[in-house]
């Protein structure tokens, strides 16, 4: 029967010094938890603590309603397996005898594998797509089929709590998505809840039922993407500048390049995102607009430039908006037209371009051809 | 369905070859025994010596059923003629303390392995040998005269005092370098401490009680007795099987501490038995036969590679028959080869050992490389 999992005012540390503290969690079966921070916020410390491998300072961890103290290792070893980020390389073990490690606490004193323990061996290589690696030596393996192999005897273990210490980890990005699609179908399927640390912030937002925001001092947020979303709390976490975390989508953007804008983009529809990486990436600073708040461009321009000339969605481009815009292209030295698709509403990205051209400006269509 | 089957077929064949690589071994120890008791000075033909074996062990099943009656058969079979006193005084104790202690000695370094994570960790090279060897000669030479006893119940515990110390003393260290070479090389200077503190004490010490000393630091099973036998059976035996019922953890610990904690493994006492039982069968072997190098090393080594496998419940049966046949052969070529001049057996285990580590240092540095 699947389990609750919570924690009552948990405080963490290594050698009695206090890390994190308060740390008070409730997690339905099926529930995805991940813990974010930047490094050596204590997301590990947390996990490990969790795990039993640290003792918890003071405060409790419940696993359905009973103390996680309580149980002795082996039944503990029934609720809870793990996916360690350290490096394992035993040798001469084919993947499949790694797998069934995790029947440890099923097996007789002499880990003899019973019938049902090699039908959830073979089960746990199957859901990883691992099958094919089974009589393969583990220490000729990648470290993406590695991860994964470990995956699965976590699996192998059937515990009601999976915790993952950075699950994603030397994954290709292929891999991750694989990984965390896994980790959804086990938490939905079997009920089994998932406690795992991830880097990736995008994933996290995506993949979570639930995040825990961690600094290395105290818990900074817990709740849902949605709440994370809304109140902004990625960009304090990770002490982002503005503009270059992008809230919406969890994607970066590298450092605006500051200073008065040499370059005026004319964008829209996608189509002005390659360029502004372009100017970032030489160091040119630049202007851009006609843009509606709803245009993807709008959101990587104001994340990679302070001077974008930004129109209300859904209406026509106001007087405003194009005197201003006109105003940049006076200071500036070139203009790019980035080829966005013009249609009734943005008419005036097309005046811009003659108003250029009236004032004796450059204007190109690709960034190769700027001459600074 | 295929695969299905394949894969069936290749845990299949590597089950299969467990109990070829044992009876082999097994066919061979005999081999090695027999070969042993009638080669030497005086030589046996093989069908008295097995004939005299099974009259004797003929008598002695006997003797155990029927209370007693047949003990003047066996003592008149033993004392029948030089080459039968030869056999069951001489040859045959020898060639069993042989057996047993190159034994004790592979499953210690084994479990020393395992316990360090380091396939070149044994008891000889990380110094464990020569520490049982200080404390039995600063016993000898202080104690000794106090007591004035030299039993072989005083020597096993001062020997079994001085392994653990050391071992202790080298996992200090190890927790400072994580490095295999570096592990090796603290290994090496605590062992050459060690013996720098033993020849002291002896430049120090009164001529009989260094007597006794160097008698029995040569390092050898030459004059062995059936009362060394027993003490070694009663050790050697009991700690390869305790080993043996740890294979369950060992396995998991073989992927890491961490994760065999996970598993459930109460790790902290698991490496005290650990260390316990590989420091108690290191000193049996020291406490009778004097420091043996190498053996430790190679033969858990040679093992891994005939069985193809780590998996520890083959691992540790196959470690303690190899090591009993290669300690066998090696006592053979060091009493015979130059006979009548007996080389130490440590000489010859050198002489094989020796190589199988340095073999395995340079396959790990370009692993590492690569």
């Known amino acids: 029967m ?69 149980f002795s290792n082996r039944e503990f070893a029934r609720k809870a397996s793990v996916l360690l980020t350290e490096h394992v390389d035993p040798e001469r073990m084919t993947c499949e005898e790694v797998v069934a490690m995790g029947r440890y606490p099923y097996t007789n004193m002499f880990g003899t594998l019973s019938d049902h323990d090699k039908e959830v061996i073979r089960e746990s290589l199957e859901l990883v797509h691992a099958s094919v690696l089974s009589d393969r030596d583990f220490s000729t393996l990648s470290d993406g089929q590695r991860q994964r192999i470990m995956l699965a005897r976590a699996i192998c273990q059937e515990p009601e709590i999976l915790i993952l210490d950075e699950p994603t980890a030397y994954l290709d990005i292929r891999f991750k998505i694989e990984t965390l699609e896994i980790l959804q179908k086990m938490s939905r399927e079997k009920g089994i809840i998932v406690i795992m640390s991830l880097h990736e912030i995008d994933l996290a937002m995506k993949v979570s039922d639930k995040l825990l925001c961690l600094d290395g001092e105290k818990v900074i947020s817990y709740g849902s993407p949605e709440d994370i979303f809304s109140n902004h709390v990625i960009e304090d976490l990770y002490q982002f500048e503005n503009g270059t975390y992008n809230n919406l989508f969890g994607s970066v953007e590298m450092p605006k390049i500051t200073g008065e804008p040499l370059v005026f983009v004319i964008a829209g529809n996608g189509c002005g995102t390659p360029i502004f990486r372009a100017l970032q990436r030489k160091g040119i600073p630049f202007a851009a607009g006609i843009l509606f708040e709803n245009d993807v461009d709008c959101q990587t321009a104001v994340s990679l430039s302070s001077h974008v000339v930004i129109n209300k969605a859904f209406e026509t481009i106001s ?13 500036c030295k070139y203009v790019l037209d980035s080829g966005t698709v013009i249609g009734p509403l943005n008419e005036a990205n097309i005046e811009l371009i003659s108003f250029a051209q009236e004032n004796g400006l450059p204007v190109f269509k690709r960034v190769e051809e700027l001459s600074l | 369905m295929t695969e299905k089957q394949q894969h069936v077929k290749l845990s299949d064949t590597k089950r299969a070859r467990f109990p070829l690589v044992m009876l082999s071994l097994v066919l061979l120890l005999l081999l090695g025994l027999v070969i042993n008791a009638n080669t030497g000075s005086v030589s046996i033909p093989a069908s008295r010596v097995f004939q005299m074996i099974s009259d004797w062990i003929r008598y002695g099943i006997m003797n155990l059923f029927g209370s007693g009656k047949y003990a003047d058969k066996m003592a008149e079979i033993i004392n029948k003629d030089t080459e039968s006193q030869i ?43 020569s520490g049982a060897k200080m404390i039995v000669g600063l016993a000898i030479i202080f104690l000794m005269p106090l007591t004035g006893n030299f039993s072989s119940g005083f020597l096993m515990c001062a020997s079994f005092f001085g392994s653990l110390l050391i071992t202790l003393l080298v996992l200090l260290f190890s927790q400072k370098v994580q490095n295999m070479s570096m592990l090796l090389v603290i290994g090496i200077m605590v062992g050459y401490i060690c013996s ?40 050697c035996v009991p700690g390869t099987i305790i080993a043996f019922f740890l294979s369950k953890p060992i396995e998991a610990y073989l992927l890491s501490e961490a994760y065999a904690a996970s598993m459930g493994v109460p790790v902290k006492s698991f490496r005290v038995i650990l260390l316990l039982v590989s420091s108690l069968l290191s000193a049996c072997v020291t406490a009778i036969a004097g420091p043996v190098s190498f053996v430790g090393i190679a033969v858990p080594h040679i093992t891994r590679v005939l069985l193809r496998s780590s998996k520890p419940r083959y691992i540790i049966p196959c470690v303690f028959l190899c090591g009993a046949v290669f300690c066998v052969f090696c006592d053979l070529i060091a009493r015979t080869v130059f006979s009548p001049v007996e080389l130490k057996i440590g000489t010859v285990t050198s002489v094989f050992g020796a190589p199988v580590v340095i073999y395995l240092m340079i396959k790990r540095r370009s692993e590492r490389r690569v």
Not at chain 2, 96 to 118: D, E, I, P, T, W
Not at chain 2, 199 to 209: K, L, R
Request: proline residues 4%; contains cysteine; charged residues 15%.
């Open chain 2, 196 to 235: 720098a503190v033993t020849d002291f004490c002896i430049t120090f010490a009164n001529e009989h009680d260094v007597v006794n000393l160097t008698n029995w630091s040569m390092g050898s099973f030459s004059g062995a007795n059936w009362d060394q036998v027993k003490t070694a059976l009663l050790i």
């Open chain 1, 319 to 331: 007087e405003d908006k194009i005197r201003a815009a006109e105003q940049y292209i006076r200071n």
């Open chain 2, 87 to 129: 056999l069951f005084r001489i040859r045959l104790p020898r060639v069993l303390l042989a057996s047993l202690l190159g034994g004790a000695l592979s499953v210690s370094g084994y479990l020393l392995q395992v316990f360090f994570r380091n396939p070149i960790a044994g008891p000889f090279v990380l110094g464990i040998s």
């Open chain 1, 2 to 70: 699947p389990l609750t999992f919570s924690t009552q005012d948990l405080t963490v540390g290594y050698n009695k010094r206090i890390l994190i503290q308060n740390i008070n969690i409730q997690l339905e079966p099926g529930t995805i938890l991940t813990l974010i921070g930047p490094n050596g916020a204590g997301k590990s410390t947390v996990l490990k603590t969790i795990t039993r491998q640290l003792q918890a300072l003071s405060g409790t961890v419940f696993i359905g309603n009973l103390s996680s103290a309580i």
